[in-house]
């Protein structure tokens, strides 16, 4: 398998993890998505419905797959989608913390998985 078709299915499996997890606690009137586009390279995973009369309409996360780099737009995890890659063996090379001005990004350091 290469590089980019085992970054889409892995995206696609830490995502779908996420997804169900929240499942597990659902808000009344929220649907949780995965919506995954390989030809394009976009992950995201949605959050749309109605709560207490308003519109819910956000992204939890939202990925770009980028000449074999994965470029972190949006992440509102606890722990930070950046430390389940490392944690699934992608190199922190491979990693932009894409929603860090570009200035600081390579002072941010990414924990390695122990």
Not at 17 to 29: A, W
Not at 38 to 50: I, S, T, V
Request: glycine share 6%.
């Amino acid at each position: 398998m290469d590089k980019i078709t085992k970054y889409q299915k892995l995206i696609k499996e830490i995502l779908s993890e996420y997804i169900e997890l929240d499942k597990r606690q659902p808000t009344e009137g929220i649907e949780y998505l995965l919506v995954a586009d390989d030809k394009r390279g976009h992950y995201f995973w949605l959050n749309l419905g109605w709560k207490n009369g308003k519109r819910i309409n956000s992204e939890t996360v939202y990925i770009r797959l980028i000449e074999g780099k994965f470029r972190i737009e949006t992440d509102w995890t606890e722990n930070g989608i950046a430390e389940d890659l490392i944690a699934a063996g992608v190199p922190e090379d491979d990693i932009v913390l894409a929603f860090q001005p570009p200035n600081i990004r390579q002072l941010v350091e990414l924990e390695k998985a122990a």
